[in-house]
């Protein structure tokens, strides 16, 4: 049963090769979680210093 509705690749402007590898994966996760790390950070340091400047 064939359910997906792509039937060729070609004009494809991105897709990902190492869906079968965990190292790829790994490292897409580790890169993901390292994005939302520094946002939160500089969230929280902005919001501190707004804070702060408004006691």
Do not use: C, Q
Request: charged content about 15%; hydrophobic content about 45%; overall charge neutral.
């Amino acid at each position: 049963m064939n359910t997906s509705p792509i039937t060729s690749w070609e004009g494809v402007s991105a897709y990902f090769t190492f869906a079968d590898s965990p190292t790829g994966i790994a490292i897409s996760l580790a890169a993901a979680v390292g994005v939302y790390l520094l946002l939160n950070a500089t969230i929280i340091r902005h919001e501190k210093a707004s804070f702060d400047k408004h006691k």
